[in-house]
């Protein structure tokens, strides 16, 4: 099952997809926020030119577990987003995933300049891949 992770930004959205198999998720491009209207047709349509069958978008959760309004920013484009694809979406915890990604590319001595250029679609990436291997714990 090929998925599409979506880490979602005020100014970008991190992408990521997963091969066909569902099993190793990769990053992929950045997109410029332009309103979530505009951003709900830009996924869609990598959605579709990826061949995914499923938008996973990562949900700000709190560390105590409680939403805030960067959880409700991102159940709005959530609605937005699910008007106009045709693939099923569905949120996942995205906590600390930035942070993981900051970490993770400053040991790989990426610079300042390069961390802040890929830095939302690697946590796209870290998200999307903590999703895929929830599901083959669970065998599906």
């Known amino acids: 099952m090929r998925a599409l992770g979506i880490d979602m930004g005020k100014v970008r959205i991190g992408t990521a997809v997963c091969d066909p198999a569902g099993i190793v998720a990769t990053p992929a491009k950045v997109i410029e ?9 830009a996924v869609a349509e990598l959605a ?3 061949g995914a069958e499923l938008i996973v978008v990562g949900m700000p959760v709190r560390m105590d577990g409680t ?13 937005e987003l699910r008007a106009v694809s045709k693939t099923a979406v569905l949120t996942w915890d995205e906590r600390l995933t930035s942070a993981q990604a900051q970490k993770l590319m400053i040991s790989a001595d990426v610079s300042r300049k390069g961390r802040k250029e890929a830095v939302d679609s690697m946590a796209a990436a870290i998200m999307l891949q903590s999703f895929l291997d929830s ?6």
Request: charged share 35%.
């Open 135 to 140: 599901r083959s714990l669970k065998g599906s």
């Open 67 to 79: 939403e805030g309004p960067a959880a409700e920013f991102v159940k709005r484009f959530v609605d």
């Open 48 to 50: 579709d030119a990826v």
């Open 33 to 41: 926020s332009k309103g979530h209207k505009k951003n709900a047709l």
